[in-house]
T-cell receptor, first 114, second 115 residues
Framework: AQSVTQLGSHVSVSEGALVLLRCNYS??????LFWYVQYPNQGLQLLLK??????LVKGINGFEAEFKKSETSFHLTKPSAHMSDAAEYFC????????????FGTGTRLKVLA | ETGVTQTPRHLVMGMTNKKSLKCEQH?????MYWYKQSAKKPLELMFV???????ENNSVPSRFSPECPNSSHLFLHLHTLQPEDSALYLC??????????????FGPGTRLTVT
């Protein structure tokens, strides 16, 4: 069975500071991993995804994530936070073995302080 | 219209009402999904349709009834709901449901309040 754990339901950073959102996964097969962002009153939007090519994945809006198999982690980072990054971020895992449903984490709400 | 659209955006209904949520995708995708998003809980997958055939039903109560008349449209029919059914209902689509690496495209959701 697969699962995803996002540490910290709320994270606050100052504008211009490093953003680090944590995601750990559990999977018996090599996973596909995703980060989605949800702005208020909107649906989820894909930020980036890992599909077993490069372990460092670059996404939209300056975000990137690194797949670390030894740590079963896929943390999301951005070097410098912007006010517009305030949103809720979801990590998700999917399986290449033919299943078609994501397992989502509980989300991390990012607050950016001026 | 582009992407995935959902109507209505907000819905308030009594426990004895019958209403329907509508989703439309303009992406030419083959799979469509209904999710329930409640506060402080992970997104819950409710139903999956692939080429208009239901392929997943995650133990959802029968008071929720999905319908997929074609690959572009998805409905969620609601009747005799409970207050705990109040949530944001998200529709999503993807190209091929059997490809785990496909991203899903989400609509903006319908905020449902059951009184």
């Amino acid at each position: 069975a697969q699962s995803v754990t996002q540490l910290g339901s709320h994270v606050s950073v100052s504008e211009g500071a490093l953003v680090l959102l944590r995601c750990n996964y559990s999977s018996s097969v090599p996973p596909y991993l995703f980060w989605y962002v949800q702005y208020p009153n909107q649906g989820l939007q894909l930020l980036l995804k890992y599909t077993s090519a490069a372990t460092l994945v670059k996404g939209i809006n300056g975000f990137e994530a690194e797949f670390k198999k030894s740590e079963t982690s896929f943390h999301l980072t951005k070097p410098s936070a912007h006010m517009s990054d305030a949103a809720e971020y979801f990590c998700a895992v999917s399986s290449p073995s033919g299943t078609y449903k994501y397992i989502f984490g509980t989300g991390t709400r990012l607050k950016v302080l001026a | 219209e582009t992407g995935v659209t959902q109507t209505p955006r907000h819905l308030v209904m009594g426990m004895t009402n019958k209403k329907s949520l509508k989703c439309e995708q303009h992406l030419g995708h083959n799979a469509m999904y209904w999710y329930k998003q409640s506060a402080k809980k992970p997104l819950e997958l409710m139903f999956v349709y692939s080429l208009e055939e239901r392929v997943e039903n995650n133990s959802v109560p029968s008071r929720f009834s999905p319908e997929c008349p074609n690959s572009s449209h998805l409905f969620l029919h609601l009747h005799t709901l409970q207050p705990e059914d109040s949530a944001l209902y998200l529709c999503a689509s993807s190209q091929d449901p059997d490809r785990g690496f496909d991203e899903q495209y989400f609509g903006p959701g319908t905020r449902l309040t059951v009184t």
